[in-house]
Nanobody, 125 residues
Framework: VQLQASGGGLVQAGGSLRLSCAAV????????MGWFRQAPGKEREFVAA????????YYGDSVKGRFTLSRDNDKNTVYLQMNSLKPEDTAVYYC???????????????????WGQGTQVTVSS
C-alpha cells in the first residue's frame, strides 16, 4: 500500500486547507484511515481517523469542530478539510492506513500499517 499526501501549504490564521491522501491498493474501501501531525520538537499527535466498516470518525480534541475527515472510495482518497486554522496547527501532517484488521485503535499510531510521506501545513498569525 502506498499513500501520497498532498494539499499542505501556507495559510493565514482563520483560513482553510484541504489535505488529500491518495492510496494505491485494491482493497482501499476496507482500510481504516487516519491523520496524524508532528510539529518541530513535539510528539506525534492524533488528528482524525475514519473506521471503514461503520464510517465512524474520530477527532483529536484540539481539532474537533474545525476539521472534517471524509473519503471517496471511487478515488481511493481521503480528505481532511481543515477550517479555522490556528498557528498551533502548524505541523507536518501524515496520513496512515490500517488494513482493516481486528483491534483497530484509531488514536494509536502503532495501529496503522502504512504511512504517507507527510505534507507541511504552516499557519501564520
Amino acid at each position: 500500500v502506498q499513500l501520497q499526501a498532498s494539499g499542505g501549504g501556507l495559510v493565514q490564521a482563520g483560513g482553510s486547507l484541504r489535505l488529500s491522501c491518495a492510496a494505491v491498493g485494491r482493497m482501499f474501501r476496507s482500510y481504516n484511515m487516519g491523520w496524524f501531525r508532528q510539529a518541530p520538537g513535539k510528539e506525534r499527535e492524533f488528528v482524525a481517523a475514519l473506521r471503514w466498516n461503520t464510517g465512524n470518525t474520530y477527532y483529536g480534541d484540539s481539532v474537533k469542530g474545525r476539521f472534517t475527515l471524509s473519503r471517496d472510495n471511487d478515488k481511493n482518497t481521503v480528505y481532511l478539510q481543515m477550517n479555522s486554522l490556528k498557528p498551533e496547527d502548524t505541523a507536518v501532517y501524515y496520513c496512515a492506513a490500517d488494513l482493516g484488521g481486528t483491534g483497530f485503535r484509531p488514536l494509536i499510531g502503532n495501529t496503522y500499517d502504512y504511512w504517507g510521506q507527510g505534507t507541511q501545513v504552516t499557519v501564520s498569525s
